[in-house]
């Protein structure tokens, strides 16, 4: 990727037409993930307000679908936890049936 020059906009100021399409992407998914990430690290960064209300819409639904699949996850987890602790109940039950049989044996 060729060094970054003053410009007016991202495309512009990282000299993105003479990169390669790979080069460019790479650049831009690194954007990307930085900022959804909430990195920044900065050495990429939106320059017209155009590119920062895209990057701000890009970053709020970014945030809404990273919850949602917390959110599933979490809900899985639970889900998978109870049906381990209803296991977990019929084995503490047959032992205490075997404990009452043992008692029952001794009269």
């Known amino acids: 990727m060729k060094t970054q020059k003053n410009g007016n906009n991202f495309y512009d100021t990282y000299n993105m037409k003479d990169n390669t399409q790979p080069q460019n992407l ?4 690194y954007f990307s993930w930085t900022t959804l990430s909430t990195v920044g690290f900065g050495d990429f ?3 017209s307000n155009i590119e920062r209300v895209v990057m701000s819409i890009t ?7 990273f919850s949602f699949i917390i959110g599933e996850l979490l809900e899985a987890f639970d889900k998978t936890k109870s049906l381990f602790e209803e296991n977990e109940d019929a084995d503490n039950l047959s032992k205490f049936n075997g404990l009452l049989k043992k008692f029952n044996v001794g009269k």
């Open 26 to 29: 790479l650049a831009v998914y």
């Open 45 to 47: 960064y939106p320059y």
């Open 59 to 65: 970053f709020l639904v970014g945030v809404s679908v």
